[in-house]
């Protein structure tokens, strides 16, 4: 009987150690993520733009993991009502801008 207690406080005691081991790891290895200056997550629009919302949406949620990142929405020849709405979106999220696309230059 002595020996199974012995063997269960050694296993309990590895587990335990481990757990800590596992955690302070995480904590120093993982503090956070880092913010990349000046990223921009560029969407050009056309046209009518019908998955134009749908698009945000997913730029919002890829924005969330990507700290400082900027939603950047580009009109490349959009209609009055999709611009309309483009620009709705823009004012409507947290760092997102409405531009027109000649204004985008890639370097």
Same mark, same amino acid.
């Given at each position: 009987m002595v020996l199974l207690q012995d063997g269960l406080l050694a296993f309990l005691?590895?587990?335990?150690?481990?757990?800590?081991?596992?955690?302070?790891?995480?904590?120093?290895?993982?503090?956070?993520?880092?913010?990349?200056p000046g990223l921009l997550l560029v969407l050009p629009l056309r046209g009518e733009a019908p998955a134009m919302e749908a698009d945000v949406r997913e730029l919002r949620r890829i924005q969330g993991q990507l700290p400082g990142a900027k939603i950047? @929405? &580009?009109?490349?020849?959009? !209609?009055? %009502?999709?611009?309309? @709405? &483009?620009?709705?979106?823009? !004012?409507? %999220?947290?760092?997102?801008?409405?531009?027109?696309?000649?204004?985008?230059?890639?370097?």
């Open positions: 005691s590895a587990v335990g150690l481990t757990t800590v081991v596992w955690i302070t790891a995480g904590l120093v290895c993982c503090t956070g993520r880092g913010k990349v950047v @929405l &580009a009109d490349c020849g959009l !209609t009055e %009502e999709a611009r309309g @709405l &483009a620009q709705y979106l823009a !004012t409507r %999220e947290k760092n997102a801008d409405f531009v027109d696309g000649k204004e985008i230059q890639l370097t």
